[in-house]
């Protein structure tokens, strides 16, 4: 099985980079709706505990992390290209602007100023993003405003001189990442007009980024994807770059965890571990033989014992 199949929810902002990725590309895509907060059990099943949105999964390969999955839909979808100009190393480490500094203090804000937000997805999340101390949210509201209009006023300078897209005419990868939060503070912030009001050339911008589009979605049921994962075979192939972590070796039991927040680790058997990705084998009982990929920034790979 070669189809694309997106787990994800309508509002993740996380989400909404990969859906404009496959927009750019215009491909045709499987959309399976997950829950906005724990359990996910359909969902860890394929992925072994990690519980980010979104997840891609193509047969028995599952993809965590946007920056792998944007990785992966340009290798095997090489045109239209994601990254113009060449930039795709530019691309990722701007990632690391966008998904922290960028993305934080906006995530506060959505918290902190959204009363309509259910109580169970404020309890979730307040355990999900570990880096927000939730006894003082109120009183740090100011703080967080001046920090995320900051950047937004970083981004509106990147585009002040008239350029289409932030590499050019073309849309690519820098531009999902600098939309994605603007994408949230629309959702989920309150005042996001105030805030985005006098910002003519993002506004102009987030017009034309968010006509992209998604490409072609169809839906498909959880249990439907997990039983293509059952009956599909990984393409994968073992790779150990030699100097990525000397004394390892494919076979090896490890772990897999993420850095910054939702840091629930995923065991398995090494597979691939180079200077970009990492993925594991592991078996699961409802959905099989399956291998999970990552980048390999962002995450800790560790040895069991």
């Not at 909404?16 to 860890?44: N, Q, T």
């Not at 891609?56 to 090489?78: F, H, K, N, V, W």
């Not at 804000?109 to 999900?128: C, Q, W, Y």
């Amino acid at each position: 099985m070669t189809e694309i199949i997106l787990h994800h929810f309508d509002s993740s902002p996380f989400a909404e980079k990969v859906r404009l990725a496959l927009g750019i590309k215009g491909l045709a895509w499987r959309s399976v709706e997950i829950p906005l907060v724990m359990p996910k059990p359909d969902l860890v099943a394929l992925t072994g505990g990690y519980r980010k949105t979104p997840v891609m999964q193509i047969g028995a390969d599952i993809y965590c992390d946007t920056q792998r999955i944007a990785s992966e839909l340009e290798r095997r979808y090489p045109q239209p290209t994601l990254f113009p100009k060449q930039s795709q190393a530019l691309s990722l480490a701007f990632s690391h602007w966008s998904d922290a500094a960028f993305f934080q203090p906006g995530s506060a804000l959505s918290l902190g100023t959204n009363k309509d937000l259910p109580e169970e997805i404020v309890a979730d999340r307040s355990a999900f993003f570990n880096y927000l101390d939730f006894t003082n949210l109120p009183q740090q509201l100011p703080h967080l405003y001046s920090q995320f209009r900051g950047h937004l006023q970083l981004l509106e300078d990147m585009l002040s001189d008239g350029r289409s897209y932030l590499t050019g005419e073309s849309p690519g990868w820098m531009d999902i990442l600098a939309y994605f939060p603007v994408f949230m503070c629309r959702g989920n912030i309150s005042n996001a007009e105030t805030l985005l009001g006098q910002l003519h050339a993002l506004r102009a911008w987030e017009t034309r980024v968010g006509e992209i589009g998604y490409g072609v979605k169809t839906e498909l049921d959880a249990l439907e994807a997990i039983s293509i994962a059952k009956h599909s075979e990984s393409t994968t192939t073992a790779e150990i770059t030699d100097d990525a972590w000397p004394g390892l070796a494919a076979g090896d039991s490890v772990t897999v965890t993420p850095t910054d927040y939702g840091d629930i680790p995923v065991a398995g058997a090494l597979l691939r571990l180079t200077h970009s990705e990492i993925s594991i084998a592991r078996t699961d009982p409802r959905a099989g033989n399956v291998v999970v990929h990552f980048p390999r920034l962002g995450y800790r790979l560790e040895m069991q014992t």
